[in-house]
């Protein structure tokens, strides 16, 4: 799985941030041969407020061709829009078979605002990138990240991460729970802001991560989670792209 760590300041929480290329030439895979982009951050969880970013995520197929070349075609990339990560389809496919939360929010989003038909094909095969990792990597972020704000007291907190941390479990609760991912979380939306205003007391937020916590291990008992994803289906469809993309 990708380096878990927060994002840059204003984004959230972000599990993957590498060194990316962004060579003019590069970019050109992203607006050519883009198979899914979408909104994500704020805006697709339902928190967005008047100064919020539009956050985009999305997937490319970079041409059979240039896999053959010493140089490999890049597994990521910024831009070209502000706020804007694509992924190379196989990165990604291989970040999602890890349960990675910000890779499966992409295929989950309610706000697709460009899809093709390999695009379709990919959201199509969400049900086989999910596993019990889900429980893993949900809950293991944000129990770090709570560890590290709880050493102050609450003092210092950074409560927009803390908003987003929040967020992260009642959507990981959500997914071992029902077996799919909640990325629109309105109807906690008050409350969530009201962490993120730092009008919640401490004990408060504590309580309520407790709570997630509690819920998301318990709901492992009875998950319709498989063991494993299915990787054989992930794999055929790489495949497929990889032959249709000659």
């Not at 982009?37 to 805006?43: A, D, T, W």
């Not at 407020?49 to 010493?70: H, I, K, M, N, Q």
């Not at 709901?219 to 792209?241: C, G, K, M, N, W």
């Amino acid at each position: 799985m990708g380096s878990l760590r927060p994002g840059p300041p204003g984004r959230g929480v972000s599990f993957i941030r590498e060194a990316s290329i962004e060579a003019p030439a590069a970019i050109e895979l992203v607006r050519e041969h883009t198979i899914l982009s979408v909104v994500v951050g704020s805006r697709a969880y339902g928190l967005d407020t008047a100064d919020s970013d539009v956050d985009r995520r999305g997937v490319f197929v970079a041409p059979t061709e240039l896999f053959w070349r010493l140089d490999k075609p890049p597994t990521h990339l910024d831009g070209p829009l502000p706020e804007q990560f694509s992924w190379e389809v196989e990165r990604f496919c291989s970040l999602a078979l890890e349960a990675n939360p910000t890779v499966l929010e992409c295929l989950w989003s309610p706000l697709v605002e460009r899809i093709t038909e390999t695009g379709e094909e990919l959201r199509a095969l969400r049900p086989a990138f999910l596993s019990r990792k889900a429980h893993r990597t949900f809950l293991r972020y944000a129990e770090r990240q709570f560890q590290r704000s709880a050493s102050g007291g609450g003092e210092g907190v950074k409560w927009k991460h803390i908003m987003h941390l929040l967020r992260l479990l009642v959507s990981g609760r959500h997914l071992v729970e029902t077996g799919e991912l909640l990325v629109d979380v309105t109807p906690y939306r008050e409350r969530l802001l009201a962490v993120r205003r730092g009008e919640v007391p401490w004990e408060e937020v504590t309580a309520w991560r407790e709570e997630l916590t509690a819920g998301l291990d318990d709901a492992l008992t009875a998950t319709p989670l498989p063991e494993a994803p299915d990787r054989a289906a992930v794999e055929d469809f790489l495949i497929s792209v990889r032959r249709a993309a000659l």
